[in-house]
């Protein structure tokens, strides 16, 4: 019973916000979205349900373009529920998430999760080629890849080791 319980409370889940939006194309054509990386955060304030305390409270916050950032913080303080913020996992109770001038709730999910990245704490395994984790949608070209890796100092690396 607990398996069907559990099958129809996925079923009474709400959706996420549209994937793809109207001025997507146009954000990433056009203004070559995001471009300068500049990251806004105007006081956001984010609950993962509406009967429960907020995991954010009024965060206002601006990340310059070409910042490296390093969240730290105890357990509980809100580190994940930051990117889950600008990610879009959770929405927004108050505020928003601003990235080069654009409110992130007008830009498409997929657009969206696919031009905005970060690194992880954890190390993880990957699977299938470097090519594969690189660009996992093949968008670039091997001169693409090659440049880039040059350009991290990584080129010579994975040359000599793969």
Known sequence: ?????????????ESEDELVKLN??????EQKWPSKGEIVF??????????MEPAIID????????????????????KSSLLQAMFRLSELHEGQVMIDGIDSKEVGL???????????????????????NLDPFNEYTDDDIY??????????????NF
């Open 59 to 78: 965060l206002a916050c601006t990340i310059q373009p070409g910042m490296k950032v390093g969240i730290v913080g105890r357990t509980g303080a809100g």
């Open 42 to 51: 105007n006081n956001v304030t984010m609950k993962y349900r509406e009967h």
């Open 1 to 13: 019973m607990t398996s069907s319980q559990r099958i129809y409370q996925y079923t009474q889940l």
């Open 24 to 29: 997507d194309k146009k954000h990433k054509e």
């Open 110 to 132: 997929h657009l969206l999760r696919k031009s905005v990245a970060y690194i992880p704490q954890s190390p993880f395994l990957i699977q299938g080629s470097i090519r594969e």
């Open 147 to 160: 440049k880039t890796l040059r350009e991290v100092n990584l080129f010579d690396h994975i040359e000599k």
